[in-house]
């Protein structure tokens, strides 16, 4: 059994996930093939053992060259000039001004390296993440290759007419939906006919690597995490003013923010001018033992975005028993109930947030209940070596 896996950037510090649910493949008697268009998030010598590990063993697709994509689309307009002319018209149909063109190509090229490299390997399926226009460039290049990709959430959801996503469904084999939420955009997404290529297979986490912390009835101060990319639709500005709520009513606590991305300056401009400096932490892209110090000294998960899929950190914190305030959107109530394995609140809404967070502030039973049963729901439902088992069985099938 062989498959390839071509990923946006791997290894990647917020997209953990692929590293274990590759792993557990290739435990389960898979060959996976990985290629990746970006090199690393981090330099070599800042990856784990097993982040290094697939690093030595993933090709990356950029680092082959230009000179090498330029040889590959002439070895492909010699031997397959009618693939090569519907995939760049594919390309251009596609494109959107001179920069959408450009963008194209340069999708063409990476389509073209890596079906070369599919060819070398012996792989005939690729499974997509985070690279769907090389995707479905790669299926016209190389008929002969099927195709399947994952839908995580806002980046692949929050514009398909844009991104064509239509045509990305159409031309995959199956596509895969990490909540039934996520599911159902797909649908509205592409015609009924294209239904049945959707399948509902949730994320998950390695349960052995996120033991209950050790619970604080009454801790002082009291710690706040968030993890996230710093990005709009992940509303950490939100969470400025719920700060600012908590610490009026008398509540000490401390924020730590993990994360890096392009809401950084901002963000630390607006705590900055509330006066709560003091009040919050940015610990940056956290490494994993950095990060796991840090879920072992919080008293509450706080997840303020405006668009998720279903959030891994979510996960990790309820396997953790760290109680969860998420708001009702998306898939987040498919992993939590109100009440029972989280607290939600309505999006957007900074005093909800605030109230729901002093609501388990001022009742250590209710978090202890909660961060209880949290983890109960993640190790029943979203056990990574469980859901592979589903991913294992649908690239048997449609490979």
């Avoid at 010699?78 to 596609?94: F, Q, S, T, V, Y």
């Avoid at 995707?135 to 290049?141: A, N, Q, S």
């Avoid at 209950?212 to 003013?241: D, M, N, Y």
Wanted: proline share 7%; with cysteine.
């Amino acid at each position: 059994m062989k498959a390839a896996y071509l990923i946006g950037q791997y290894p990647a510090i917020n997209h953990g996930y692929l590293l274990t649910e590759i792993a557990e493949l290739r435990k389960a008697g898979w060959e996976i093939l990985t290629a990746s268009i970006e090199r690393p998030d981090r330099p070599a010598s800042e990856l784990s053992p097993r982040e290094r590990a697939e690093y030595e063993r993933t090709y990356y697709i950029k680092q082959a060259g230009a000179a090498a994509a330029l040889r590959t689309l002439g070895a492909l307009l010699i031997g397959r000039p009618l693939c090569l002319l519907g995939a760049l018209g594919e390309a251009l149909a596609m494109g959107r001004g001179w920069r959408g063109v450009l963008y194209q190509i340069f999708y063409l090229a990476e389509a073209a390296l890596c079906g070369r490299w599919m060819q070398q390997g012996g792989a005939t399926h690729c499974h997509v993440s985070f690279s769907l226009n090389a995707g479905l460039l790669l299926t016209r290049l190389y008929p002969e290759f099927s195709m399947s990709f994952a839908v995580y959430g806002f980046g692949e959801l929050h514009n398909p007419e844009a991104s064509y996503l239509a045509r990305k469904i159409e031309a995959a084999r199956w596509v895969r939906a990490i909540s039934y939420h996520t599911r159902s955009l797909l649908m509205l997404a592409c015609r009924p006919e294209a239904w049945t290529k959707l399948e509902c297979v949730p994320l998950g986490i390695e349960p052995a690597g996120f033991p209950p912390r050790p619970f604080r009835p009454s801790p002082s101060p009291f710690r706040l995490i968030t993890v996230g990319r710093l990005s709009p639709e992940k509303g950490t500005r939100l969470l400025a003013g719920v700060m600012r709520r908590l610490r009026e009513r008398g509540h000490p606590v401390i924020l730590h923010l993990v994360g890096g991305g392009p809401d950084r300056e901002m963000l630390e401009t607006a705590f900055g001018s509330l006066g709560l400096k003091d009040a919050v932490v940015f610990e940056g892209r956290a490494p994993q033992q950095r990060l796991m110090d840090l879920y072992r000294e919080s008293d509450i998960f706080v997840l303020p975005s405006l668009y998720e899929g279903v959030p891994t950190v979510c996960i990790e914190a309820m396997s953790m028993e760290i109680p969860c305030v998420a708001p009702a959107i998306t898939g987040i109530p498919e992993l939590m109930q109100d009440g029972v394995e989280g607290v939600l609140y309505p999006p957007g809404d900074e005093e909800a947030m605030a109230g729901a967070i002093e609501r388990l502030i001022m009742d250590p039973d209710l978090r202890r209940r909660i961060g209880e049963a949290g983890r109960r729901k993640a190790l029943a439902r979203y056990d990574l070596a469980m859901n592979t088992i589903e991913m294992s069985r649908l690239l048997a099938r449609y490979r």
